[in-house]
């Protein structure tokens, strides 16, 4: 299966309201196709796109720039903010980071956000014992060179889920199966960036975060949660997950909840802009 691919549900004239999601670093759309299909269902227009330096050309990730994930992220919230009445930006890992990137810039007009397993610092328990040493890493040439391997417990607590994941990475049909430094020191440079412009992001905000993250901790969550001036922001802590939660034991529970989530937030909309029309 081709990773270079775009995951479109819908592109029905008479839907009033889109869901943009990104996927995760070293990722691609396949592993959003669930939760996609369970929003489109919902009657929702939904769009996952590859994100550069990621697909079937896996050389790429070498090259590409957090900035180019930035302006990659904009465009799309523009395309689909010109065409749609409500546009909420979701994403996991990487695409929760650009999802909240997207609120730094259109927090005036982006309807809601749904950050999922929000990576803003690399230190989740799975991550080996020379982590520290990492960072020194990033800084010289070794980034172009060392790769660090997808290993157990590859982001998900469900055995059953795990053990088959395991085989599709085997065979390259939901990513790539090594995080390059290349990549990691490029998400921490966004990571970095989003950090120092939180409180930039005014848009309803729903963050949501394993305490077992293996990946990055709820360090990460918190400081969204804390560094963002929404007015209007959850934060939902799961306790029996890893960091893959749209395909971990609560999945349903996190599904259910971003469904909540963006049915309240289009009610508001729909109100606030009745209430204009009366004023005027």
């Given at each position: 299966m081709s990773l270079n691919f775009e995951l479109i549900h819908g592109?029905?004239?008479k839907a009033r309201t889109a869901v943009l999601l990104f996927h995760g670093l070293?990722?691609?759309?396949?592993?959003l196709k669930k939760y996609g299909q369970f929003l489109?269902?919902?009657?929702?227009?939904?769009?996952?796109?590859?994100?550069p330096g990621h697909g079937d050309n896996f050389a790429e990730i070498y090259t590409v720039k957090y900035t180019d994930w930035l302006d990659f992220a904009y465009s799309k919230f523009e395309q689909l903010?010109?065409?749609?009445e409500n546009v909420f930006v979701s994403g996991i890992c990487?695409?929760?980071?650009?999802a909240l990137a997207v609120g730094i810039k259109y927090s005036d007009v982006v309807t809601g956000l749904v950050p999922l397993s929000t990576t803003l610092f690399l230190d989740g328990w799975r991550l080996p014992w020379y982590k520290f040493l990492i960072p020194i890493g990033l800084t010289t040439i070794i980034r172009f060179y060392y790769n660090y391997p997808e290993c157990e417990p590859h982001g998900i607590k469900n055995l059953k889920v795990r053990n088959a994941i395991k085989k599709l990475l085997s065979i390259g049909d939901v990513g790539m199966n090594d995080f390059p430094m290349t990549g990691i020191y490029e998400l921490l440079k966004l990571s970095k960036y989003v950090r120092a412009n939180l409180d930039k992001v005014t848009a309803p905000t729903l963050l949501i975060h394993?305490?077992?993250?293996?990946?990055?901790?709820?360090?990460?969550?918190?400081?969204a949660y804390n560094g963002i001036s929404s007015k209007d922001k959850d934060l939902i802590i799961l306790k029996d997950s890893y960091h893959m939660?749209?395909?971990?034991?609560?999945?349903e529970f996190v599904y259910k909840k971003v469904l909540e989530f963006i049915n309240n937030h289009i009610a508001v909309e729909t109100e606030e802009k009745q209430g204009e029309a009366v004023c005027i």
């Amino acid at each position: 299966m081709s990773l270079n691919f775009e995951l479109i549900h819908g592109n029905d004239e008479k839907a009033r309201t889109a869901v943009l999601l990104f996927h995760g670093l070293t990722g691609s759309p396949f592993e959003l196709k669930k939760y996609g299909q369970f929003l489109y269902k919902q009657g929702f227009d939904v769009y996952a796109d590859c994100l550069p330096g990621h697909g079937d050309n896996f050389a790429e990730i070498y090259t590409v720039k957090y900035t180019d994930w930035l302006d990659f992220a904009y465009s799309k919230f523009e395309q689909l903010h010109s065409n749609y009445e409500n546009v909420f930006v979701s994403g996991i890992c990487l695409g929760a980071v650009l999802a909240l990137a997207v609120g730094i810039k259109y927090s005036d007009v982006v309807t809601g956000l749904v950050p999922l397993s929000t990576t803003l610092f690399l230190d989740g328990w799975r991550l080996p014992w020379y982590k520290f040493l990492i960072p020194i890493g990033l800084t010289t040439i070794i980034r172009f060179y060392y790769n660090y391997p997808e290993c157990e417990p590859h982001g998900i607590k469900n055995l059953k889920v795990r053990n088959a994941i395991k085989k599709l990475l085997s065979i390259g049909d939901v990513g790539m199966n090594d995080f390059p430094m290349t990549g990691i020191y490029e998400l921490l440079k966004l990571s970095k960036y989003v950090r120092a412009n939180l409180d930039k992001v005014t848009a309803p905000t729903l963050l949501i975060h394993s305490q077992e993250d293996d990946l990055t901790s709820v360090k990460s969550a918190y400081c969204a949660y804390n560094g963002i001036s929404s007015k209007d922001k959850d934060l939902i802590i799961l306790k029996d997950s890893y960091h893959m939660v749209l395909y971990d034991n609560e999945k349903e529970f996190v599904y259910k909840k971003v469904l909540e989530f963006i049915n309240n937030h289009i009610a508001v909309e729909t109100e606030e802009k009745q209430g204009e029309a009366v004023c005027i």
